[in-house]
């Protein structure tokens, strides 16, 4: 399939940038990232006090299933809360510049040095610091592998 071919909405987010966030809570959006995202992006808080950024076809695809977890569990509600209520939908503008909320900012303790990261169906948004402390922590254990952390994958 040439790559003209391939589905955008099914297509992966992979490899490691630096944009900077400008005074005004602006980033750039890595250059091979725009064109899937170029219609709008939906912000959340991620794990690790990261900033997930999603495709809307991919949120609404992980709202759905969030959709289906019982309401009458604490967990699920809390998790909820704090997903949805720092969400937020943006579109780039003409350079390829989001504008990252401060809720947002604030979560992902993010400055001016910056990670964008792919994630298979998401990108992730780190402070460049604590993307490195991340990844040289994590390091050893990808290397190791000797317990297996998904099975059947390997």
Known sequence: MRRSEVNPDVSNFFGTYTPRLD????LFLPAKFRPRLETGIVL???QENCIYGWTTE???AF??????TPFTNQAARNFNRMFFSGASSEVPDKQGRISIPPVLRTWAQL????TVVGAMDRIEIWDSRRWDEFS???EGPFADMSEEVM???F
């Open 23 to 26: 005074d005004k809570g602006r």
């Open 44 to 46: 959340t808080r991620g």
């Open 58 to 60: 991919s949120f609404n």
């Open 63 to 68: 709202t759905d299933r969030i959709r289906n």
């Open 111 to 114: 400055d001016k040095e910056c």
């Open 136 to 138: 040289a922590s994590q």
């Open 151 to 153: 099975p059947g994958i």
